[in-house]
């Protein structure tokens, strides 16, 4: 059973989103969703989210259809959107268990893995600490140590990173990284900046809402900043 699944999905709102969009992300896979703003990416894991209708294709989520068994699909698991969505008069504590509770983990285990993940993103002195005294990457950090309490099978990030610094960005990517290896945790990343990209990754390249490539960084035949260019039109322009 895949992890993800699309086939032929499309989305329209003015325009055209999403186009005949088909691709398969498998257990344990880590997968980059590379594209430019305006990609359709937003659109793509909102469908994946239920957050919008399915309008043409079919979409399959841990082994659910989608929007029919859409509870199910969705209980395993974890999605961080690029607009914050923490309640800032929270303590780090509070958002945790909340969220735990949410998803039906008992207080007893609520409690150690509240403690095990603030740890392992490196807040465990913030734990009553309120949200709002946070960074804007610690905010990520708690954002993504969420996601991760019910022990998803499928982490979904939509730009994670946007408006970060340098050492902000790579604690948050290293720590998914180790999350994907550690966990078996599937992992799709969305992103348009190519130094989040790492040797041997999978990348898709979503483009005007088709995908124009599908591969690795060591399979390609050409560096990966002038084959994404040559991809989306970039390097014709220029």
């Known amino acids: 059973m895949n992890a993800l699944e699309t086939q032929g999905l499309g989305h329209r709102y003015k325009r055209t989103a999403l186009d005949a969009v088909s691709f398969t992300v498998g257990r344990g896979e880590f997968v980059v969703l590379l594209g430019l703003n305006g990609a359709g990416k937003t659109t793509l894991f909102s469908l994946i989210a239920g957050l919008l209708p399915l309008q043409t294709g079919a979409l399959s989520v841990l082994g659910h259809a989608l929007p029919q068994e859409r509870t199910r699909a969705l209980a395993r698991c974890g999605f961080v959107f690029q607009q914050p969505a923490l309640d800032l008069d929270l303590t780090l504590a509070e958002t945790l268990a909340y969220h735990a509770a949410l998803h039906g983990v008992s207080r007893r285990d609520a409690f150690r893995r509240i403690d095990a993940e603030l740890a392992r993103c490196g ?23 969420r996601c991760l309490l019910h022990e998803v099978d499928l982490l979904v990030l939509d730009e994670p990173t946007v408006g970060l610094d340098m050492p902000s960005r790579k604690a948050i990517l290293d720590r998914v990284r180790a999350v994907c290896r550690e966990t078996g945790c599937t992992v799709l990343l969305a992103t348009h900046l190519l130094d989040e990209i790492a040797d041997g990754d999978r990348i898709i390249v979503l483009h005007e809402g088709r995908i124009v490539d599908d591969g690795t960084t060591r399979t390609a035949r050409e560096p990966l900043p002038r ?3 040559r991809l989306v039109g970039l390097e014709a322009a220029a």
Do not use: N
Request: net charge positive.
């Open 123 to 145: 807040l465990a002195d913030r734990k009553r600490d309120l949200v709002r005294t946070l960074s804007g990457g610690q905010r990520r950090r708690v954002e993504i140590a």
């Open 227 to 229: 084959r994404f260019a």
